[in-house]
């Protein structure tokens, strides 16, 4: 259990190093060792002080030069060929995770030879050259030699709720919530109508229902069962919070070009109905005090 003190250091001796760990087993809420600067802390102190886990952890962390000995070949507009490895897609992923300013160059179409230089090629984004495993791995590296900032705090779910928008919020969908960290709510939808009129009105309202999400934090995670991805989920039109458009965060999903994914975030200092985030806040408080029990 993640609850028990030192429980990070009794799941390393199962080498489970980029396993996504439960809160709880019926509960809906997950995370990885790099959604937290304290577990981030943690295992470097749990490898300082066992050199076997350590040496473990570096095999398993193996991964660069796999990756720098697949060529990619990249044929530009001026019909050019640019020489890439796999390495190289991995470190420019992590440069735009710290400035999302090269996002369209990333998720853009390229003529991409896995081949050679004389092809064939084909359209394809460079995020699609991205293994799921492989990148979790690659950042976990990353953030265990510094080479990125790591996460205060989140924590990873998959909760439906609904969102009305436009001039007289006359128009909704719903949208999911993927991650809930310590200073925002970020959504996720594949709703394209949604996202192409979200702008249409100055707000956005997100119908929250917290009754059972605050029962299940009040049963220390274990009273869940029943609601699985419905724990949030209401109908009820006076259970919201608003914020303005122009606040939300807007990004593509980092499979967006094979899923359709968008993100949205939502800073809790941005939201004009701060009671109802409430629960959102302390809830990553009490993940915090789990978070340092972890050593």
Known sequence: MVRNDSWLSKFLEKEVYSQSFSLDPKANFNFRIADNTNLVSAMRTIQNRNPDLKKNM???LTIDE??????IWLKMENESILSLTLSDVYHFFMKYLKNTASEDY??????????????????????????E??????????????????????????QVVGVTFGKEQKLRSEVSIKQITDSGILFQTQDDFFINNMNSGEFLKFYVETKHFNQ??????????????????????????SIEETKVIKSLGYRSSVDNTYNLFCRYNHVLEGQVVEPFKEFTEQVREIFQKAV
């Open 216 to 241: 299940m934090r009040s049963s220390n995670f274990k009273d869940a069962v029943k609601f699985t991805d419905q724990l949030l989920y209401t109908r009820d039109e006076v259970k919201y919070f």
């Open 106 to 131: 990333f998720f853009n179409s390229f003529e991409v030879s896995f081949l050679g230089p004389l092809g064939p090629y084909q359209y394809i984004s460079l995020v699609e050259c991205i293994n």
């Open 58 to 60: 570096d095999l398993y």
């Open 66 to 71: 796999q990756m720098a000995k697949t060529p």
């Open 133 to 158: 495993d492989l990148l979790g791995k690659f950042l976990l590296k990353q953030l265990l030699k510094n080479k990125i900032p790591t996460r205060a705090l989140r924590v990873r779910t998959n």
